[in-house]
């Protein structure tokens, strides 16, 4: 483990699989939904802001300035059906459906994929939600893609000083 690692006090969890970012290079659970960043497929300067919420399915597409999915009408689009396939990568099936409140009940004996994730959500014909947490993930993207543009560095950031500290001061 890298020294930082063994240093932190925050858990650290290892993604369940390693995936490409070119295509969804943000995903979350949070807030109450899943939801992430997916790249266009046919412009390369536009991504799509897309979620699904927590129990009830209901799914929001729309670009980074809230302009509506062309394929979101009345089912999943590409692009959240490319987010729930980057989330199982990342957080492995069964905490995706977890968090999602899906009951896979026993779809095989290694769990449910990406594709039973989504055929169980949209056989319950999940309502299209609004597009308002656009902007929230959407900045919290940017954030996360500044600190790629920092230099490789062991002193504190300000920014990440809510971390409890490792030592007493005496």
Not at 28 to 38: C, K, T
Not at 132 to 151: G, K, M, T
Request: aromatic share 8%; hydrophobic share 40%; glycine share 8%.
């Amino acid at each position: 483990m890298p020294v930082w690692e063994l240093s932190s006090t925050a858990r650290v969890v290892p993604p369940a699989r390693p995936r490409k970012l070119a295509k969804v290079p943000f995903v979350e659970l949070a807030d109450g939904r899943l939801q992430g960043v997916v790249s266009s497929g046919s412009d390369a300067g536009r991504v799509y802001v897309s979620s699904i919420a927590t129990g009830t399915y209901a799914f929001a597409c729309s670009t980074n300035n809230n302009r509506p999915c062309g394929g979101a009408r009345g089912t999943f689009c590409n692009h959240i059906r490319a987010l729930v396939g980057e989330a199982v990568l990342q957080y492995g099936a069964e905490r995706v459906a977890r968090y999602l409140k899906a009951d896979t009940g026993e779809a095989s004996d290694t769990g449910p994929d990406a594709h039973q994730l989504v055929a169980l959500m949209t056989a319950t014909r999940p309502q299209q939600g609004d597009t308002s947490a656009a902007a929230p993930v959407f900045s919290r993207f940017l954030r996360h893609l500044a600190y790629l543009e920092l230099e490789p560095t062991t002193a504190p950031l300000p920014e990440m000083q809510w971390f409890p500290p490792t030592r007493t001061a005496a």
